[in-house]
């Protein structure tokens, strides 16, 4: 169920963001026996469930907050040259977008002005 659920939440991601949380979810739920044995909990089906629902979504955060320090980083490299911003693609980012773009990177609180 939990899996379905992560399924439909990455749908629109792109494929190999997609492949990567599927990827590690499926490991997990792979490997549920043997992380209720090692936590010495006995296996409950639902309770696995909501663990690869939750290592999903946090995989995502974790890849969507590498992106965007990856970008704020890169920024600060190309305003400490004397650059106003940079092309990727067909977007420009520059440090006024930086700016009204508030995002926490806090687990569970992102949010946009």
Known sequence: MSMT???????????????????????IEEAGNDIFRQANIQFDKRLLDELVLIVGIRRLWTLVDC?????????????????????????????????????????GSISTP
Do not use: H, W
């Open 5 to 27: 659920v992560l399924v439909d939440i990455i749908s629109e991601l792109p494929l190999p963001m997609r492949d990567q949380i599927e990827g590690y979810a499926n490991s």
């Open 67 to 107: 992106q965007k320090r990856l970008l704020e980083n890169s920024l600060t490299a190309v305003e400490r040259e004397g650059g106003e911003g940079f092309t990727s693609s067909s977007s420009t980012t520059s440090e006024s977008q930086r700016r009204n773009l508030a995002i926490s990177t806090a687990p």
